[in-house]
């Protein structure tokens, strides 16, 4: 009887507290909501891609600060994509122009992506060349070359 009345309360502790983590598991107003995994880039409605979509792995960049990349973000609001309206969402280049060049979606995302890269790999190699330190601990470098993001289909 006495082993029935614990196996009864661990049943009920299991039970509540289940209920009490999904109450507080559960999303309101205000949360803010990271994508994990990978999110694919694709060219805008309209535009016929000349290359293969972007599988881009989100969830590989978050020892960087949010801002580096959404950089008009308040910090608190939620976060909207590189081509939402007014920010890079034009569809085409602008000759002679170089704001109008940085609202051009391709524009936006091959200077900040390809830009970090090439920062990253040349940061590797001043580390490498440094032979004060031991064991350099390199930097995770991203792709540079447009295959290497965009694969041939």
């Known amino acids: 009887m006495h082993k029935v009345r614990i196996l009864v309360l661990c049943l009920m502790m ?7 983590y999904n109450g507080f598991a559960q999303e309101t107003e205000g949360d803010l909501i990271v994508p994990l995994g ?11 891609a000349k290359k ?4 881009f792995p989100h969830g590989v960049h978050f020892d960087y600060n949010c ?15 590189c081509m939402t309206s007014g920010c890079h969402d034009r569809t085409e280049v602008v000759k ?3 704001m109008a060049s940085t609202k051009y979606y391709k524009e936006a995302f091959h200077t900040q992506c390809i830009d970090c890269h090439k920062e990253i790999k040349m940061k590797n190699k ?8 031991l064991a350099p601990e390199l930097l995770p470098e991203g792709p540079t070359g ?8």
């Open 14 to 20: 299991v039970v509540l507290s289940g209920g009490l």
């Open 38 to 48: 990978t999110i694919t880039l694709s060219a805008p409605d309209g535009v016929e």
């Open 52 to 55: 293969a979509d972007v599988d």
């Open 67 to 81: 801002k580096t990349c959404h950089h008009s973000w308040s910090g608190t609001t939620e976060v909207v994509g």
């Open 96 to 98: 002679n122009d170089e």
């Open 126 to 133: 001043a580390t490498e060349a440094d032979k004060t330190i």
């Open 146 to 153: 447009c295959n290497e993001c965009h694969p041939k289909d």
